[in-house]
C-alpha cells in the first residue's frame, strides 16, 4: 500500500490551495479516504473523509464551506480542495486509508498559511 500526497506549499491568508493523494497497491474503489492535519504541537485531526463512491463525505467543522474532498476512482486520486486559506490552516496534512482493522499513512505534505 503506498499513499502519495501533493500539492502542498506556501499560500498568503485567503488563497486556495489543491492537494492530491495517489493511492496504489490496493482497490482504491473498494474503501473510505480520509485527509487529517497536524499543526505543530496539536494532535493529528480528521480534516474530511469521502465514502468509497464518494456518496458520504464528512467535514471537520472548521472547514466545512471551504475545504472539499472529492475522488477519482479511475486515477485512483484523492483530493483535497482548499479555499479561503487561514494561518490556523497551516500544518502537514495526511491522507489515510483504513481495510483489514489498520490504518495506511502517506508521508504528508506541509501547508503554510502566511503573509
Known amino acids: 500500500v503506498q499513499l502519495v500526497e501533493s500539492g502542498g506549499g506556501l499560500v498568503q491568508p485567503g488563497g486556495s490551495l489543491t492537494l492530491s493523494c495517489a493511492a496504489s497497491g490496493f482497490t482504491f474503489s473498494n474503501y473510505y479516504m480520509s485527509w487529517y492535519r497536524q499543526a505543530p504541537g496539536e494532535e493529528r485531526e480528521l480534516v474530511a473523509q469521502i465514502s468509497s463512491t464518494g456518496g458520504s463525505i464528512y467535514y471537520a467543522n472548521s472547514v466545512k464551506g471551504r475545504f472539499t474532498i472529492s475522488r477519482d476512482n479511475a486515477k485512483n486520486t484523492v483530493y483535497l480542495q482548499m479555499i479561503s486559506l487561514k494561518p490556523e490552516d497551516t500544518a502537514v496534512y495526511y491522507c489515510?486509508?483504513?481495510?483489514?482493522?489498520?490504518?495506511?499513512w502517506g508521508q504528508g505534505t506541509q501547508v503554510t498559511v502566511s503573509s
Open positions: 489515510k486509508t483504513r481495510f483489514y482493522a489498520r490504518d495506511y
